[in-house]
Nanobody, 124 residues
């Protein structure tokens, strides 16, 4: 079993920045691709981005390309969010999938392990 925990959410003004962190414990962290998703009230869960198990490849959803960056070290994965917009307001989730492929999946059901989510609110 893998336990995933996000942190770093909060309230920020439009144009500001925020960094989310995610830790996954219980198995070898470097075996897992890590994805970020978000869900706003009344909307479906949306793919934000993902990073391969090695950290060598990252992929992003169209709505965040050029503004968000995913990185990882030996213990955590990070989501750096710049130039935030009110439409980025959502609960952000971190998810893990044990895979050695270079390009992890972008659908929620690709990831069996999920955190509880952290709220990000961007005021206009």
């Amino acid at each position: 079993q893998v336990h995933v925990v996000e942190s770093g959410g909060g309230l920020v003004q439009a144009g500001g920045s925020l960094r989310l962190s995610c830790a996954a414990s219980g198995r070898t962290f470097s075996d897992y691709a890590m994805g970020w998703f978000r869900q706003a009230p009344g909307k479906e869960r949306e793919f934000v981005g993902t990073i391969s198990f090695s950290g060598g490849a990252t992929y992003y959803g169209d709505s965040v390309k050029g503004r968000f960056t995913i990185s990882r070290d030996s213990a955590k994965v990070y989501l750096q969010m710049n130039n935030l917009k009110p439409e980025d307001t959502a609960v952000y989730y971190c998810a893990a999938a044990r895979t050695g492929v270079a390009r992890p999946g972008v659908l929620p059901n690709y990831y069996p392990y999920w955190g509880q989510g952290t709220q990000v609110t961007v005021s206009s």
